[in-house]
T-cell receptor
Framework: AQKVTQAQTEISVVEKEDVTLDCVYE???????LFWYKQPPSGELVFLIR??????QNEISGRYSWNFQKSTSSFNFTITASQVVDSAVYFC??????????????FGKGTHLIIQP | DVKVTQSSRYLVKRTGEKVFLECVQD?????MFWYRQDPGLGLRLIYF???????EKGDIPEGYSVSREKKERFSLILESASTNQTSMYLC?????????????FGPGTRLTVL
């Protein structure tokens, strides 16, 4: 069965520091997708990125970057020069392409990121 | 932009009441989902639907039912609310029936059952 682990329950940094959120996953499927979502205090989950298992290139989007390493089953998320508006709960999630079971995403328990001014 | 709306942001109900949570998406998405979010447990899938009048159980369907009479609307029903159903409920939709398609979420409904 698939599983996503976000070992960091809460991280607190000072504004402008870089911060990395860890995500480790387990799956028996060879084709799968990984996601990151942001949940600000308002509650809505905001989609950040979707990456398939065959694409190990790192991705950069502004201050955000993602490091996908199949060898360690990790999909880590780095925020460079953090800002107060980055404060939120961040979820990593996994979806397998094959197999049975529900079609929903398997989420990690989330990392609460606090950016202090 | 994808827009998923939920009928209420906050809801307070009493034990034993029948509760309806409504979700509407405006992007002609095939799939719709209901999750609940609890501290320390993350998000867990309750039910999903890949077409009108179709439904599939997720990981924690007990105590819930769903209805999808129109493509854009997916309702979660608590037949007889209990205090352990106090939670944040999140609706999501995705464009196609591909399992791995991106899901877009609504703002959530925080339900309190007294």
């Amino acid at each position: 069965a698939q599983k996503v682990t976000q070992a960091q329950t809460e991280i607190s940094v000072v504004e402008k520091e870089d911060v990395t959120l860890d995500c480790v996953y387990e799956t028996r499927d060879t084709t799968y997708y990984l996601f990151w979502y942001k949940q600000p205090p308002s509650g809505e989950l905001v989609f950040l990125i979707r990456r398939n298992s065959f694409d190990e290139q790192n991705e950069i989007s502004g201050r955000y970057s993602w490091n996908f390493q199949k060898s360690t089953s990790s999909f880590n998320f780095t925020i460079t020069a953090s800002q107060v508006v980055d404060s939120a709960v961040y979820f990593c999630a996994l979806s397998e392409a094959g197999g049975g079971g529900a079609d929903g995403l398997t989420f990690g328990k989330g990392t609460h990121l606090i950016i202090q001014p | 932009d994808v827009k998923v709306t939920q009928s209420s942001r906050y809801l307070v109900k009493r034990t034993g009441e029948k509760v309806f949570l409504e979700c509407v998406q405006d992007m002609d998405h095939e799939n719709m989902f209901w999750y609940r979010q609890d501290p320390g447990l993350g998000l867990r899938l309750i039910y999903f639907s890949y077409d009108v009048k179709m439904k599939e159980k997720g990981d924690i369907p007990e105590g819930y039912s769903v209805s999808r009479e129109k493509k854009e609307r997916f309702s979660l029903i608590l037949e007889s609310a209990s205090t352990n159903q106090t939670s944040m409920y999140l609706c999501a939709s995705s464009f196609s029936s591909i399992r791995t398609d991106t899901q877009y979420f609504g703002p959530g409904t925080r339900l309190t059952v007294l």
